[in-house]
């Protein structure tokens, strides 16, 4: 019944309707909190099942990116002209600001993060470009993790850098991003990854 009124005659999706049913299902689970109890205990059996093989699978990640394009290195940040680390911390404070005035997860910055680090320590960055940069990484990271009504529009990410860059300059940066990086964005392992899945085998023994 949904699939047929979410399509118009000549047959393409109506994103409005499937958006408006998404926020309804999402409201309906939101008055039963034991179907989410439900759920959640559901994920964490999964989980506990295949803990042992999550762990090792992070572990060769990690392993197998030593010194290739997907692992960052500080010690090339270092050769930075125009950056330095006094500025990476700021950025970061910066990025943290943002993350918690959009409501994004823990995932999304810890992604947005490791993209910063990555594209720095293979590519020069003037720092007229660093926010544009960091900014951009967190866009991209917030379109992998978060769910859609939470991803920030072209509008508000110029709010937050007052408005310094343009919506063309953003969509040229995270095409420039995304190449530089080979679109490859989950080929790592995150801090957080490794610590979700310790801490789940620690409670769990």
Known sequence: MIKNNAKHLNGTVDMAFMSHVRRNVAFQ???????TMREQTSHQFSVMEYSN?????????????KGSLFKPSLSSFGSQPQINQKMRSLIFDFLMCCHTRLGLSTSTLFLCFNILDRYTSK????????????????????KYWDSKNRVASLPVLQNLCCKQYSVIQFKEMEMHL???????????ATPDSFIDILLFLKDNK
């Open 123 to 142: 590519y020069i960055v003037k720092s007229s470009d660093y926010q544009l940069l960091a900014l951009t990484a967190l866009w991209i990271s917030s």
């Open 53 to 65: 093989n999550l762990l090792n699978h992070l572990i060769r990640l990690d392993e197998n990116n």
């Open 178 to 188: 995304l190449k530089a990086l080979n679109w490859s964005l989950s080929q790592i």
């Open 29 to 35: 689970k939101s008055q039963h909190p034991k179907l």
